[in-house]
């Protein structure tokens, strides 16, 4: 069982940045699709980004890609999803999304994003 528990949302102006954190408690030796997709009232979900953690590869979204960065601190079980340059169109809930995952790809785990069994509570991020 994968317990996510995010933080870092909040408001910010277009052109701002925001760091989301997602804390896993996870297995340290076992490698995990981690991801980040939002959702916002009336929308479909839209998956965002992800990253494998046996071998660090990401995948982006091409609405995201060149403004966010996902990236995994090991020792902290922690895995990061810098927004800079934000956009109004950001605005959404986003939530930290897991699942082990023995062999893969962060295309593969971004493509799998709504198949990942254990997920966050959400964090709210407003651009205005």
């Not at 960065?69 to 897991?98: G, H, R, W």
């Amino acid at each position: 069982h994968v317990q996510l528990v995010e933080s870092g949302g909040g408001s910010v102006q277009a052109g701002g940045s925001l760091r989301l954190s997602c804390v896993a408690s996870a297995d340290a030796y076992a490698s995990y699709c981690l991801g980040w997709f939002r959702q916002t009232p009336g929308k479909e979900r839209e998956g965002v980004a992800a990253i494998w953690t046996g071998g660090g590869t990401t995948y982006y979204s091409d609405s995201v890609k060149g403004r966010f960065t996902i990236a995994l601190d090991n020792a902290e079980n922690t895995v990061f999803l810098q927004m800079d340059s934000l956009k109004p169109e950001d605005t959404a809930t986003y939530y930290c999304a897991a699942d082990e995952q023995s062999f893969g790809s962060g295309e593969y785990c971004y493509t799998h994003l709504s198949d990942l069994n254990y997920r966050g509570q959400g964090t709210q991020v407003t651009v205005s």
